[in-house]
């Protein structure tokens, strides 16, 4: 079975950073969609960045685009989150997730069917 668990969170301040860290098992290491997502209690949760774990191509949600880098390990067994410039709009619950790919790695949280635990991120101005 997929798992997944983020870790990394914690307070900053507006223009600081932050780098989530996400281990994944059980799960074949080609043909998944590996992706970060973010989520206010009360609102729907929104796709940050998304990877395919064979040809690692990735997505990033405009907001975040020249601020949050996404990555995997060569061994795929762990997926980042590098968080620069953060602003207090990027404060929420940080999730990770995995999914069978079908076709392009897209944040769409619809696509993906194996979640960790979040990691709340606060930021301060």
């Known amino acids: 079975q997929t798992q997944l668990e983020a870790s990394g969170g914690g307070s900053v301040q507006d223009g600081g950073s932050l780098r989530l860290s996400c281990p994944v098992s059980g799960y074949t290491r080609l043909n998944y969609c590996l992706g970060w997502f973010r989520q206010i209690p009360g609102q729907a949760r929104e796709g940050v960045a998304a990877?395919?774990?064979?040809?690692?191509?990735?997505r990033y949600a405009d907001y975040v685009k020249g601020r949050f880098t996404l990555s995997l390990t060569p061994a795929k067994d762990t997926l980042y989150l590098q968080m620069n410039n953060l602003k207090p709009e990027d404060a929420d619950t940080y999730y990770c997730?995995?999914?069978?790919?079908?076709?392009?790695?897209?944040?769409?949280?619809?696509?993906?069917?194996?979640w960790g635990q979040g990691t709340q991120v606060t930021v301060s101005s």
């Open positions: 990877i395919d774990s064979e040809y690692l191509n990735e």
């Open positions: 997730a995995a999914g069978r790919r079908r076709g392009t790695c897209y944040t769409d949280p619809n696509l993906y069917a194996y």
